[in-house]
Structures are given as structure tokens and as C-alpha cells.
């Protein structure tokens, strides 16, 4: 009986612990690509001004993201690879973020950064 039980353990444990994980392949079958900086930074500053308008907020990082001219705040270090699906993430996070955190992130002279749009922790030391 006790050898039978084991042998149901092991059995358990190959069918549930074998196989890739989510993210091994790719998520949902997609290939990985690295994120656009450009493109997301232009997506970024779209969302940006949105929100601003629709939250009432009154910043100069509103006003940036509103303009049209103005460059986008967002810059990816050159040493950051983050995957296109990383700025998608982070662009949904951004869009579901309440008024109160909106005001958070365009603040200027602290802007808070969403966890989700956090792609780089910025290395000390000079990278070391």
C-alpha cells in the first residue's frame, strides 16, 4: 500500500512538473521582440496627456505630454533591453491607474514610477 502511494506521488510529480513554463516559449506562442523605444516613448507620451486631461491634472510634464512638439519624457537607457510585451504591460498598468496615482506619476519634482513600467533598475557603480 505504501510502495502504491509513492508510486501515485511520482506519477503526480512528472505530469504537473515536466514541460516549459509560462514565458519559456514566448508567452502564447509570440515570439520575443524588444520594445521600440521610440514607439513607446510616443505611446507613453499619448497616454500621458490623456490622463492628464481626463484627471484634471495641471503639471508641466502635462503640459510636455500635450504638446505636440515637445520631445516625450520617456528615455530608455542604452544598456535597457526590455520585450515589447514589458511596454504593453506597462501602458495597461497606466491606463488603469486611478487619478490620485496618475497624480503621482506626472508630478515634477518626484515622479513616481509604476512597477510595471520599471523595465531597468539603474545599475551603481558604473555598471559594475
Do not use: Q
Not at 521610440?38 to 495641471?58: S, T, V
Amino acid at each position: 500500500m505504501r510502495r502504491l502511494g509513492w508510486s501515485l506521488v511520482a506519477l503526480v510529480s512528472l505530469v504537473f512538473g515536466t514541460g516549459p513554463t509560462v514565458g519559456d516559449i514566448g508567452s502564447c506562442g509570440r515570439s520575443t521582440t524588444l520594445l521600440d523605444g521610440a514607439a513607446f516613448a510616443a505611446a507613453r507620451k499619448g497616454r500621458d496627456c490623456e490622463r492628464c486631461g481626463a484627471c484634471g491634472l495641471r503639471s508641466a510634464r502635462c503640459t510636455r505630454a500635450c504638446d505636440p512638439k515637445a520631445s516625450p519624457d520617456f528615455v530608455l537607457p542604452s544598456t535597457c533591453f526590455p520585450l515589447e510585451r514589458d511596454g504593453e504591460v506597462c501602458l495597461r498598468a497606466l491606463e488603469a491607474a486611478s487619478c490620485d496615482d496618475y497624480a503621482a506619476f506626472m508630478d515634477d519634482a518626484a515622479p513616481a514610477v509604476p512597477s510595471e513600467c520599471a523595465f531597468c533598475a539603474l545599475l551603481g557603480d558604473g555598471g559594475r
